[in-house]
């Protein structure tokens, strides 16, 4: 089945940009989504489509997707951002939803 | 705004049954462009999916877990439910239900409800 590769943990001063990468074969061909979940919460969606902010998000968050990685960028970090994130695709072939493992976002 | 709210015992013995049920507010079940998903994580870990539903009945589930996990709907109570047979202590997670678009997408989950499995 289809696999999603994140890095464990990220960390990133606040103000600085965290860039958060999920990891595929050929993921660039699929629509990623993704998810941020603080400590005790259900995840929230803050990127979906690869790019495409839901209402309430801010525009400190971005996504990019090409090739085999995409990217969650979040600028202008803030210590509010400190989360678990975790992106997620579609996988047509298995008609499962995978995600990936998650990355630990700590702001310093 | 469509709530979702999951609702069932938060004990359940090793080898029995765990049932669950997800009741949605603020929105019909019956809509044509969202699946009704269960995504559970045990402590520590990550978001692992269970399965969908749609409206009319069709599901899908997590290949790892198919031949013990059953998710039905009921649309006149705008509810969707979930068994899971046979469980063990690794069954053992927060247990949430969403509303998601057929890709995966959805701004809708309930809150989670930990069930535990224990002898």
């Known amino acids: 089945s289809y696999v999603l590769t994140q890095p464990p943990s990220v960390s990133v001063a606040p103000g600085e940009t965290a860039r958060l990468t999920c990891g595929g074969d050929n993921v660039g061909s699929r629509s990623v989504h993704w998810f941020q979940q603080k400590s005790g919460q259900a995840p929230i969606l803050v990127i979906s489509?690869?790019?495409d902010r839901p209402s309430g998000i801010p525009e400190r968050f971005s996504g990019s997707n090409s090739g085999n990685t995409a990217t969650l960028t979040i600028r202008r970090v803030e210590v509010g951002d400190e989360a678990d994130y975790y992106c997620?695709?579609?996988?047509?072939?298995?008609?499962?939803?995978?995600f990936g493992g998650g990355t630990k976002l700590t702001v310093l | 705004q469509v709530e979702l709210q999951e609702s069932g015992p938060r004990q359940v013995r090793t080898s029995q049954t765990l049932s669950l049920t997800c009741t949605v507010s603020?929105?019909?079940?019956?809509?044509?462009?969202?699946?009704w998903s269960w995504i559970r994580q045990p402590a520590g870990k990550g978001l692992e999916w269970i399965g969908r539903v749609y409206y009319s009945g069709a599901t899908d589930y997590n290949h790892s877990l198919k031949s013990r996990v059953t998710i039905s709907v009921d649309t006149s109570a705008n509810q969707f439910s979930l068994k899971l047979r046979s469980v063990t202590a690794a069954d053992t997670a927060v247990y949430y239900c969403?509303?998601?678009?057929?890709?995966?997408?959805?701004?809708?989950w309930g809150q989670g409800t930990l069930v535990t499995v224990s002898s």
């Open positions: 489509y690869d790019s």
């Open positions: 997620q695709v579609w996988d047509g072939s298995s008609d499962h939803v995978v």
């Open positions: 603020g929105g019909s079940i019956s809509g044509t462009t969202h699946y």
């Open positions: 969403a509303r998601l678009d057929y890709y995966g997408a959805g701004t809708s």
